[in-house]
């Protein structure tokens, strides 16, 4: 190849010299016309990374045409291919993730899922990532902190996910009391029950529904819908649980309705009454104190 009546091996410099600058220049203007149309610094950010990395890719496979002839270029574009496919793993991954995540329904918009230590409700799914509305964390009873969470598509293949939406939208939730050893325990969890009775809604039919349309799907099943209650025993005392199914985003909201009416029906019983750490000395003999004058040594 000869241009302008140069060498061979300054043609190829010169073509060389062309390819390099266009593929840079055509890169900047890729990245400023982003950064004019986007307001996200992360897709800007994604952009400016997907565009390096093909036009690292064109440069490398046109220098190769250039420099080299036959086998030799394809030997050149393998050793390329296997570079790229180490240097853009994290990338690979990511897209498999989100073929993934679409073709098995892992998630949609609007569930809430748990992977790794992040729960959230999930508000976006994209190429490389999904977003996550965060929820829990310093943030009691499963509540929203306003923070969002991107978490690349690829954590799937790596860490477990909950979800606790798609199929059943419910969830067992516990609320235990504890109770000191010398309180009334049948008492105590006979008021507990008479509390889940007058203030937990009867979602049984509800349940059920749900239950036989996920059948198909997901084999779930449970015995009992209906609160119920546990008892056992810790250090500090008794500690009777109330269990009964919620729906998944109303855990504060069921806490509410327990909890006010529980510690005013506790209060007012005689025989019921709260535990909580404390330290008891008992003594199996009686002390001998005497008296010494002061400075006296012992």
């Not at 606790?164 to 049948?186: A, K, M, Q």
């Not at 327990?258 to 199996?284: E, F």
Request: no cysteine.
């Amino acid at each position: 190849m000869k241009l302008f009546g140069l060498t061979v091996i300054q043609s190829q410099l010169l073509v060389s010299v062309i390819v390099v600058f266009s593929v840079i220049v055509i890169h900047r203007l890729v990245v400023g016309v982003m950064r004019r149309r986007m307001a996200d610094a992360g897709l800007q950010y994604r952009t400016s990374k997907i565009s390096a990395y093909v036009g690292t890719a064109v440069v490398f496979i046109v220098l190769a045409q250039i420099w080299l002839r036959g086998a030799d270029v394809l030997t050149y574009l393998g050793i390329v291919s296997a570079g790229l496919a180490i240097a853009l793993s994290d990338v690979v991954k990511n897209i498999a993730g989100w073929m993934y995540i679409l073709s098995r329904h892992t998630f949609e918009v609007g569930d809430r899922i748990e992977i790794g230590t992040i729960q959230g409700d999930v508000v976006d799914i994209r190429l490389l990532r999904f977003s996550v509305i965060e929820i829990g964390n310093w943030v009691h009873a499963d509540q929203s902190t306003g923070r969002l969470v991107h978490i690349p598509n690829g954590q799937l293949f790596s860490l477990a996910m909950f979800n606790y939406t798609t199929g059943f939208p419910y969830i067992w939730h516990e609320v235990p009391v504890s109770l000191t050893f010398e309180s009334d325990v049948d008492a105590a969890e006979e008021l507990v029950r008479e509390v889940l009775t007058a203030h937990v809604p009867d979602l049984s039919s509800e349940i059920r529904k749900d239950l036989m349309r996920t059948a198909p799907e997901y084999r779930i099943q449970f015995q009992h819908f209906t609160p119920t209650t546990y008892v056992s025993a810790s250090p500090h005392g008794v500690i009777v649980t109330a269990r009964f199914m919620i729906p998944v985003r109303q855990r504060r909201t069921y806490d509410q309705m327990i909890w006010k009416p529980l510690l005013r029906a506790i209060q007012s019983h005689p025989d019921i009454h709260w535990a909580y750490p404390t330290s008891r000395t008992v003594l199996m003999d009686p002390i001998q104190l005497e008296n010494r004058p002061p400075g006296a040594s012992s």
